[in-house]
């Protein structure tokens, strides 16, 4: 068992692809924590093992691993570094006694680290700075540097906190330096890194002579185990076996410690024993809950729970209600959807769950935060379908306050004028805009959040793919004026059948398709998106008369526009109130709540 003074527990913190899971892999590699010829040893990204995560190249859920470097045990945190997974943030900085921020040195303190940087400042963590990729042609170093110092005089909450240590960093190719190089190739490695940790990190501040005390900060699952409840060590000493209460709030529950777990490399690692400072995994609380305390059985005291921040963002998700439905999904009922979701509550903080009719309304911190969860379903087999996000309103001194957000916009100077006319038709504040040193116009705005929804499609269409957006919480204003409706009409299918290209060559005039030929489509189904402000409903099933008349112009193939292939954050972009979304493990079909179209039209008159 390891005293608290040779523990270090850390967390990495940066904004997105800034280099702090490349960092990490690097941490892991040059400890000898894999042998040299282990898989790990070649792979990437090693901590984002999740499928999306691969996919997005964003890291979505922390993970905690742990190494050594000399008579030290290093507890590492791989932390995300989107606001929208803030609850994860929030909660495993908890573990933290330090935390190492990762800048870039091209693009220097972004969003996302102004927001990581704060939760850790107000936890009072030791912070130490990393500047990563100083091997770019575009780095600038000394203006990273003072952007950083900047940053720390707004967010620190002491004057300690301004004395900082900065190091320098080619994370990809694992190297660091004390100092600012003059060759970047010269031979380096990890270490100064290693000895900063060691050095400058404090030990935890924990009783190792109290009574245990240990606060649920992470859960995890397996098949042979169950659950893993993830904290660390607060006061006194886990034992395996040993008897302990599970506390939340009033209530008290007997527990046992069935088994015990420290971590090593991306393992972990079987004990009798843990003491306090250490972060551990213990198998036997079975109705363990993120935020409650376990103690000892004895002395059973709560530790301070986790404050998280309000949901910003609702929608509705319910059961697939289509013509197809039942068709594509295992889990097609409200029973199965609400299981599923109240087993996501258990380890997503972050989330709220409520029941809404026959579905539910799930609350998060945007629309990336929500839309994980809306894919993860969808992989494992559940068809359902969901409503326009909506913003999530507060009652303060019989005022609605609705959330607002601090938008960064970065695009080339030809793109500017459509940016800022965009934010403009909706009411957004422009804080500050500045020219960056690769010659691209970076702007600052504050919006309500319910301004945000659906914009990001527009603005990647008007800067042809090239723009650069990030926002970020800036609390609460009085609610707005309502938005007008910023979209064009909707292309509807008319009749139930398989779309023809016939069908769809003579109609693509009348806007964009959303389908190819050759796929099944009901009444009711959003096609396309019109080039006009009203929805157009169009025979998109019509097949060409045979006659027995030949023509050398009859019997060309038809040329088709490639059609838009919506991803689901675009389509959740898309919908308007009186639309729907339908999600299947194959195929997202956006339509009209109202799929009989004389219904719609009196509802429309209405």
Same mark, same amino acid.
């Given at each position: 068992?390891?005293?608290?003074?040779?523990?270090?527990?850390?967390?990495?913190?940066?904004?997105?692809?800034?280099?702090?899971?490349?960092?990490?892999?690097?941490?892991?590699?040059?400890?000898?924590?894999?042998?040299?010829?282990?898989?790990?040893?070649?792979?990437?990204?090693?901590?984002?093992?999740?499928?999306?995560?691969?996919?997005?190249?964003?890291?979505?859920?922390?993970?905690?691993?742990?190494?050594?470097?000399?008579?030290?045990?290093?507890?590492?945190?791989?932390?995300?570094?989107?606001?929208?997974?803030?609850?994860?943030?929030?909660?495993?900085?908890?573990?933290?006694?330090?935390?190492?921020?990762?800048?870039?040195?091209?693009?220097?303190?972004?969003?996302?680290?102004?927001?990581?940087?704060?939760?850790?400042?107000?936890?009072?963590?030791?912070?130490?700075?990393?500047?990563?990729?100083?091997?770019?042609?575009?780095?600038?170093?000394?203006?990273?540097?003072?952007?950083?110092?900047?940053?720390?005089?707004?967010?620190?909450?002491?004057?300690?906190?301004?004395?900082?240590?900065?190091?320098?960093?080619? $994370?990809?190719?694992?190297?660091?330096?004390?100092?600012?190089?003059?060759?970047?190739?010269?031979?380096?490695?990890?270490?100064?890194?290693?000895?900063?940790?060691?050095?400058?990190?404090?030990?935890?501040?924990?009783?190792?002579?109290?009574?245990?005390?240990?606060?649920? &900060?992470?859960?995890?699952?397996?098949?042979?185990?169950?659950?893993?409840?993830?904290?660390?060590?607060?006061?006194?000493?886990?034992?395996?076996?040993?008897?302990?209460?599970?506390?939340?709030?009033?209530?008290?529950?007997?527990?046992?410690?069935?088994?015990?777990?420290?971590?090593?490399?991306? $393992?972990?690692?079987?004990?009798?024993?843990?003491?306090?400072?250490?972060?551990?995994?213990?198998?036997?609380?079975?109705?363990?809950?993120?935020?409650?305390?376990?103690?000892?059985?004895?002395?059973?005291?709560?530790?301070?729970?986790?404050?998280?921040?309000?949901?910003?963002?609702?929608?509705?998700?319910?059961?697939? &209600?289509?013509?197809?439905?039942?068709?594509?999904?295992?889990?097609?009922?409200?029973?199965?959807?609400?299981?599923?979701?109240?087993?996501?509550?258990?380890?997503?903080?972050?989330?709220?769950?409520?029941?809404?009719?026959?579905?539910?309304?799930?609350?998060?911190?945007?629309?990336?935060?929500?839309?994980?969860?809306?894919?993860?379903?969808?992989?494992?087999?559940?068809?359902?379908?969901?409503?326009?996000?909506?913003?999530?309103?507060?009652?303060?001194?019989?005022?609605?306050?609705?959330?607002?957000?601090?938008?960064?916009?970065?695009?080339?100077?030809?793109?500017?004028?459509?940016? $800022?006319?965009?934010?403009?038709?909706?009411?957004?504040?422009?804080?500050?805009?500045?020219?960056?040193?690769?010659?691209?116009?970076?702007?600052?705005?504050?919006?309500?959040?319910?301004?945000?929804?659906?914009?990001?499609?527009?603005?990647?269409?008007?800067?042809?793919?090239?723009?650069?957006?990030?926002?970020?919480?800036?609390?609460?204003?009085?609610?707005?004026?309502?938005?007008?409706?910023?979209?064009?009409?909707?292309?509807?299918?008319?009749?139930?059948?398989?779309?023809?290209?016939?069908?769809?060559?003579?109609?693509?005039?009348?806007?964009?398709?959303?389908?190819?030929?050759?796929?099944?489509?009901?009444?009711?189904?959003?096609?396309?998106?019109?080039?006009?402000?009203?929805?157009?409903?169009?025979?998109?099933?019509?097949?060409?008369?045979?006659?027995?008349?030949?023509?050398?112009?009859?019997?060309?193939?038809?040329?088709?526009?490639?059609?838009?292939?919506?991803?689901?954050?675009?389509?959740?972009?898309?919908?308007?109130?009186?639309?729907?979304?339908?999600?299947?493990?194959?195929?997202?079909?956006?339509?009209?709540?109202?799929?009989?179209?004389?219904?719609?039209?009196?509802?429309?008159?209405?």
């Amino acid at each position: 068992m390891l005293e608290p003074d040779k523990i270090r527990n850390i967390a990495i913190i940066a904004h997105v692809d800034h280099g702090k899971t490349t960092l990490v892999d690097g941490l892991l590699k040059q400890s000898n924590t894999f042998r040299d010829n282990s898989a790990e040893m070649a792979q990437q990204l090693i901590m984002d093992s999740g499928d999306q995560e691969r996919e997005r190249g964003i890291t979505i859920t922390a993970k905690t691993t742990a190494i050594r470097f000399g008579d030290y045990k290093i507890n590492i945190i791989d932390t995300p570094g989107h606001a929208d997974f803030s609850g994860e943030v929030e909660r495993t900085l908890q573990m933290a006694d330090g935390v190492l921020l990762v800048v870039d040195a091209a693009e220097g303190p972004m969003p996302q680290t102004k927001f990581v940087l704060s939760k850790a400042l107000q936890l009072g963590l030791k912070p130490i700075v990393v500047i990563n990729k100083i091997d770019k042609p575009a780095r600038r170093i000394q203006e990273v540097e003072n952007e950083v110092s900047d940053l720390f005089l707004e967010l620190a909450t002491e004057d300690s906190q301004l004395d900082y240590p900065i190091y320098f960093a080619v $994370a990809r190719a694992g190297k660091s330096w004390n100092s600012m190089p003059d060759n970047v190739d010269e031979h380096a490695d990890l270490t100064p890194i290693f000895e900063a940790i060691v050095s400058e990190i404090p030990a935890p501040d924990v009783e190792v002579d109290g009574p245990f005390q240990m606060l649920i &900060t992470s859960l995890q699952y397996d098949n042979f185990l169950g659950k893993y409840a993830i904290g660390k060590i607060a006061q006194g000493v886990a034992k395996s076996g040993s008897a302990v209460s599970l506390i939340n709030g009033e209530i008290v529950t007997a527990a046992k410690i069935d088994k015990l777990f420290t971590y090593q490399g991306l $393992a972990k690692s079987e004990v009798k024993e843990a003491g306090a400072g250490d972060i551990v995994a213990i198998v036997g609380a079975t109705t363990a809950g993120i935020g409650e305390t376990l103690a000892d059985a004895n002395q059973p005291e709560a530790l301070p729970t986790i404050q998280i921040e309000p949901p910003t963002i609702s929608v509705y998700l319910g059961p697939n &209600t289509s013509p197809f439905k039942g068709r594509e999904g295992e889990f097609t009922t409200s029973r199965q959807i609400g299981e599923r979701l109240n087993r996501e509550l258990e380890t997503n903080v972050a989330l709220k769950v409520e029941p809404s009719g026959i579905g539910f309304t799930i609350s998060g911190r945007g629309e990336l935060h929500l839309s994980v969860l809306m894919e993860s379903l969808r992989r494992e087999g559940y068809e359902f379908e969901v409503g326009r996000p909506q913003v999530v309103l507060k009652e303060e001194n019989g005022q609605k306050l609705e959330p607002v957000e601090e938008v960064f916009v970065e695009v080339a100077p030809e793109f500017a004028g459509a940016v $800022a006319q965009e934010f403009g038709t909706r009411h957004a504040e422009l804080l500050g805009q500045e020219t960056t040193t690769q010659g691209t116009l970076r702007s600052n705005y504050r919006i309500a959040t319910r301004g945000l929804i659906g914009m990001r499609n527009i603005l990647l269409t008007a800067t042809k793919g090239t723009l650069i957006m990030n926002s970020l919480p800036a609390g609460y204003q009085q609610l707005g004026a309502k938005l007008t409706n910023l979209r064009n009409g909707t292309l509807i299918a008319s009749e139930t059948g398989t779309s023809t290209p016939y069908a769809l060559a003579n109609a693509e005039s009348r806007g964009e398709f959303f389908i190819p030929p050759s796929v099944e489509v009901y009444a009711g189904q959003i096609v396309g998106l019109n080039a006009r402000k009203e929805d157009l409903e169009i025979n998109v099933t019509k097949a060409k008369n045979l006659t027995n008349m030949r023509s050398k112009s009859s019997d060309g193939t038809v040329q088709l526009t490639p059609y838009t292939d919506l991803s689901l954050e675009q389509c959740l972009d898309f919908i308007n109130d009186d639309e729907l979304l339908e999600i299947t493990p194959k195929n997202l079909r956006l339509r009209k709540s109202e799929l009989d179209p004389n219904q719609r039209k009196r509802q429309s008159r209405a």
